[in-house]
């Protein structure tokens, strides 16, 4: 199977290695299941382990969440997409659900998805170390009776109120 793999797919022997820990991650350990994903990724014209992870990224859980809170369908996630995720998942250590959150948010506050505005709302979040749930709903009940009170800080058009709105984030 691996011989296949090496000489009639013309995998490298470290594809071949990322191949089994990526099957192994899922895991898979069936020689199948293995052999399937590596037609699947020569199909694909994966070659490379860069490429492998990419692919790999784009089709993660986590993804697909944030994709599913932002009502993104038809398409996939660009680089410039998925670096976001990495980074509100790596850099600051969110979970899913508070990312999802944070999306959900994004959508209901300027009525299309946005990952710099998502990332500023995270970004803020962090500072105020949020960490769970609970802090998530804190910070949208204080948000609410802050905006209750100042509306919409007297600002005229849509593109104020836009502004305003990111600054109280």
Known sequence: TFIYLYDELSFSSDLIAYLVE????????????????ALKWAESGIRTVTAAKQEAKIHSPAYYAVMRSFGITGRNLVPSETDYIEKWRSEYGFSIDIICA?????????????????????????????HTMEDVKRLNLEHKRTHQSIGTGGCRSEKQVYKHRAALL
């Open 22 to 37: 990526y099957c192994v991650s899922k895991n898979h350990t069936a020689i199948r299941y293995i052999e399937a994903t």
């Open 102 to 130: 944070a999306c959900q948010q994004t959508i209901q506050s300027i009525h299309q998805p946005s990952f710099p505005y998502t990332d500023k709302m995270l970004s803020n979040w962090r500072k105020l170390n949020v």
